[in-house]
């Protein structure tokens, strides 16, 4: 890869990062679309944003670590089922024809912008005295069993599934979210490593992310979170559909 290639990626991955640490996620889901287009393959690819994502999230979830704002019983639960989930989805997505790849991904990608473009009407619901921790298990399993299919240890999906379905207040949901992520993407990148991993984009992806969501986690809260969600869902659906169209043409 041309040098200003890999310095572009890097600044785009640094720009994720700290959108990602001011909202408490890490947002691989946006970093995917860009590193698809320069990566050796789709699959590679993934391998190397899911290990990414889980770097950054390591890096994002200092903060909540000290403040203990992470439930430690609930990444008990939750953590294993994610593992396994991501590591069989890693194997699976180096069987899958780069195409057809493509289209799982972009149709992945359309469906989180769309969602985070359409207007939410209800309200969260309140935490539970106790965590639902069959809810947290099979959650687990299922987003990460899609998350190593595709590139992304799906922060997106795991929090609001934390906040809606396990029933855990917030702001613990954030931290917890961030602790599962880490091992989802550790796992991630073993399950991916049988059909190869882009070590390039991985080392720029890492260097640039890393210190990207340590920036964005001081400043948590301070821009709009409406805003800053509806432009990714903007992003989202652009490169889903883009993701999409390549697989198919």
Known sequence: MHALTLAAVGVWCFIVAVAGGLLGLVLGNIRLPV?????????????ANIAVSGLAAAAGSIGHIHARRVDWRLVAWMLPPSVAGAVGG???AGYLPANALRIVIGAVLLGFGSDLLRPKRDPEPAPRSQPDLRAAVLAGAVIGAIGGLIGLILGTLRLPALIRWVGEEPARAVGTNLVVGIAVGAAGLLGHLPGGVDWTLLAVGAGASVPGALLGSRYTGRLSTVALLRAIGVILVA???ITIVRGLV
């Open 90 to 92: 890693g194997f699976a």
């Open 239 to 241: 490169s889903g559909t």
């Open 35 to 47: 590193l698809l287009l320069v990566g050796s393959s789709p699959a590679a690819t993934g391998g």
